[in-house]
């Protein structure tokens, strides 16, 4: 069984990698490396020959968004046992924000040309990384897989249109299809996300964590081991057709203010944490979001950890990760 992975050189794809080999499968990753590094692809390659598989992985350099460097990574893969996980996208929802270019090509156009490839191809398993952005801000109400999808963000917006062009490509050519709607993921290894972003500026300046927002923001958190857990449970199910699954803790969150305390208590304990004003992090920034997990458990996977318990984990490994330790 062949795995691509779009988006192969970046944090969940790494552990999503990871699995698969421990399964005994090859891999074929793919990443512009405008956010993935090469160093994570290395390593993959190091954890193959440990494990007896230093065959398994090949990656190519390529922007997915240019149909020509897509054909060209894919060219050499002449074969049906195929499986491709999707996963590349823009993940600085603000820059998309800024610039409405940097989703329709990142988060949507790289969708279109992977649909139009498979198609070339003749493969029809996909596995795609939608995310909890495209419902939009819904309040303190619990979200399932039928709440109404009005995102609020360009990011959403292009998740949500990868959706509809995937469910498309459903009824015309792929057999197979789970789309995955993401809560935010944290562990390591970290490219982007809150808690990142509060290390860096407390290693800048460690007499103080400024806040984007007044830090009342407060959403669902899952740790990366346990979303691959999930993923590969549904994989495993082997569906047929076109199927949808929100998949994350059930509780309400984790406020900003307790990650910026988490962070500040780890790394810096005596800084101030200074709060701006507004519950938006950002332009596009949903401030609340909670999700309604039945169907997962229904066909018997639930998170073991809470928001909480994902967060502390991931405070301790990401400042384990800046320490270069
Ligand atoms: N991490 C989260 O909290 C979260 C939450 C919801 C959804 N997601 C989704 O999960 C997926 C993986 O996210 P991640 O957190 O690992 O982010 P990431 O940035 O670490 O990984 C995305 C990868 O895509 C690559 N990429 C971007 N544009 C590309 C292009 N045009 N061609 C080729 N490669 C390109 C980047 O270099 C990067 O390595 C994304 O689709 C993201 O939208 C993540």
């Not at 292009?158 to 993401?182: G, H, P, T, Y």
């Not at 740790?223 to 929100?246: C, T």
């Not at 996977?301 to 490994?317: F, G, L, M, P």
């Amino acid at each position: 069984m062949l795995n691509i992975i779009t988006g192969g050189a970046g944090f969940v794809s790494f552990n999503l990698a990871k699995c698969l080999l421990d399964r005994g499968d090859e891999l074929l990753l793919i990443d512009n490396l405008s956010r993935g590094r090469l160093e994570y692809v290395e390593a993959l390659v190091d954890y193959a020959r440990t494990i007896g598989n230093s065959q398994k992985v090949l990656f190519e350099k390529a922007d997915i968004s240019d149909v020509a460097q897509l054909k060209f990574a894919l060219s050499s893969i002449d074969r049906d046992d195929v499986e491709v996980w999707h996963l590349c996208a823009n993940s600085d929802i603000p820059a998309g924000v800024e610039d409405a270019s940097v989703d329709l090509r990142d988060t949507f156009l790289v969708t279109y040309n992977l649909l139009n490839e498979m198609k070339a191809k003749g493969w029809k398993k996909l596995h795609f990384s939608s995310t909890s952005a495209v419902y939009g801000d819904h309040g303190v109400e619990y979200l399932t897989e039928e709440s109404r999808t009005e995102p609020i963000s360009n990011y959403g917006a292009m998740k949500l249109a990868s959706e509809a062009a995937i469910r498309a490509a459903c009824e015309a050519f792929l057999d197979q299809v789970n789309v995955f709607r993401f809560p935010n993921v944290v562990g390591v290894p970290a490219t982007h996300g809150v808690i990142l972003d509060f290390i860096h500026k407390l290693k800048k300046d460690s007499t103080v964590l400024h806040v984007l927002g007044n830090g009342t923001q407060c959403k669902a958190y899952l740790h990366v081991s346990e979303l691959i857990e999930a993923m590969l449970w549904i994989r495993d199910k082997d569906f047929k057709g076109y199927h949808v699954y929100n998949i994350g803790p059930e509780d309400l969150g984790v406020t900003v203010k307790n990650i910026a305390e988490a962070v500040r208590d780890y790394v810096s304990p005596s800084a101030h944490i200074a709060f701006g004003s507004g519950n938006r992090g950002w332009v596009g920034d949903v401030p609340r979001f909670s999700y309604k997990v039945d169907k997962l458990s229904q066909i018997g996977w639930t998170a073991k950890y809470s928001s909480t318990d994902a967060i502390r984990r991931a405070v301790n490994e990401i400042s384990t990760q800046e320490n270069g330790q």
